[in-house]
């Protein structure tokens, strides 16, 4: 479970919607996160509303703070 408190980098990650896919067909897929308390932990998060997780990381972005989005698109 993740710590907002302890959140260090929170990044899209972008997924092909096929196999093959060039990047102008890719979707976001999971936030990567990376906390203070585990460096050496990445979390990959869900985009979905009732993970717990999502949720902490969304209070995160409420809080100011900001999802880096490098879309490939």
Request: charged share 20%; proline share 5%.
């Amino acid at each position: 479970m993740i710590n907002k408190n302890t959140i260090q980098t929170a990044e899209y990650i972008y997924q092909a919607d096929a196999p093959g896919d060039n990047p102008s067909s890719y979707s976001k897929n999971h936030i990567k996160v990376v906390c203070s308390d585990d460096t050496s932990l990445t979390h990959l998060v869900p985009l979905t509303t009732e993970n717990t997780d999502y949720k902490t990381v969304m209070e995160w972005v409420a809080n100011g703070n900001t999802v880096t989005d490098n879309d490939p698109n």
